[in-house]
């Protein structure tokens, strides 16, 4: 069942009504408008990624209005006729949300140098194309959001949108409150700085112990390395919500679709303003 958490500021993960405050505009989302780069239009239309759609340009198999194309700063707009391969680009479609519970294992790409099955692999083939929100590496679990639109995808990758990535961890031994404050006031790490987390301890478990971790920006393999700068190494890591979704009771390997009024408003889609009730003039009391 599909569980939206309450704004970062009420940082709880009670379940709450999918009306919770946009996170950002709706001006932030790429909507259509003429004019648009080639490449953008064809991610959009859930083609391929901006940079596959540039790869399929440089290969000549993009024409529009009946000429080969060869570059992607071109700029279309819904009157050209486009095709790829032969088949005609249609319009894009609005954008939509998965909530998808990567198992260990699997990677976070569309394809693997060294032949690894992805997610990809894994997914339905009912599902139109999608792209990731972030990525979980090969070890790690949890929570994925899937997207088919490319403007989204940037949106909700970037700090400035707000969207807080909490995870279960578990690390081999135990670690003080003393350098868990390191962790909370920001660390350097081989010259990349981390911005503070929100880190938890919540219990030892024999040679383990667990804890919450809450981070902003999701850099590579930040949880991992910033812990083995502690002296301690994950052994196991769970995304268990991205921004108001949370993993809830989503099996491994599952993937469910978000209600599109939820997408609506998490994404400030829907700025429609609301009708004014008419206030009665008040009776007028007999004398």
């Known amino acids: 069942m599909l569980r939206v958490m309450p704004h970062p500021a009420c940082e709880h993960q009670s379940d709450i009504a999918p009306h919770v405050q946009p996170h950002y505009d709706a001006a932030m989302t ?3 408008t003429p004019g648009d780069r080639i490449a953008k239009a064809l991610s959009r ?7 596959d759609a540039e790869k399929m340009i440089a290969e000549g198999r993009v024409r529009v209005n009946g000429k080969v194309i060869d570059t992607p700063a071109m700029k279309v707009t819904s009157a050209d006729k ?8 249609g319009p894009p479609d609005p954008p939509r949300l998965w909530l998808y519970h990567k198992p260990t294992g699997v990677v976070t790409t569309d394809k693997d140098e060294k032949d ?16 990731s929100v972030g990525r979980l590496d090969l070890n790690s679990e949890g929570l994925l959001i899937l997207t088919n639109d490319g403007g989204v995808k940037r949106q ?16 081999n031994g135990s670690v003080s409150e003393a350098k868990l404050d390191i962790l909370r006031a920001g660390i ?27 981070i902003r920006e999701g850099k590579n393999r930040e949880i991992r390395r910033t812990m083995q700068a502690l002296d301690v190494k994950v ?13 809830g009771t989503l099996a491994a390997g599952e993937v469910e679709e978000v209600k599109q009024r939820v997408v609506r408003d998490q994404l400030g889609l829907d700025k429609r303003p609301k009708p004014q009730r008419k206030r009665r003039p008040p009776r007028k009391s007999a004398i």
């Open 30 to 32: 790429d909507t259509p």
């Open 235 to 247: 052994n196991r890591l769970i995304r268990i919500s991205y921004g108001p979704f949370q993993i």
């Open 45 to 51: 239309a859930g083609i391929a990624s901006r940079r």
């Open 116 to 131: 690894r099955p992805t997610i990809y692999d894994a997914l339905p083939e009912t599902m139109p194309r999608v792209m």
């Open 156 to 171: 909700l990758e970037l700090p400035s949108t707000g969207w807080l990535r909490r995870y279960r961890v578990r690390i």
């Open 82 to 89: 486009i095709l790829v391969d032969g088949k005609p680009v």
């Open 188 to 214: 350097t790490v081989e010259g990349v700085r981390y911005q503070p987390m929100d880190v938890t301890f919540d219990r030892q478990q024999g040679a383990n112990a667990w804890l919450t971790v809450a």
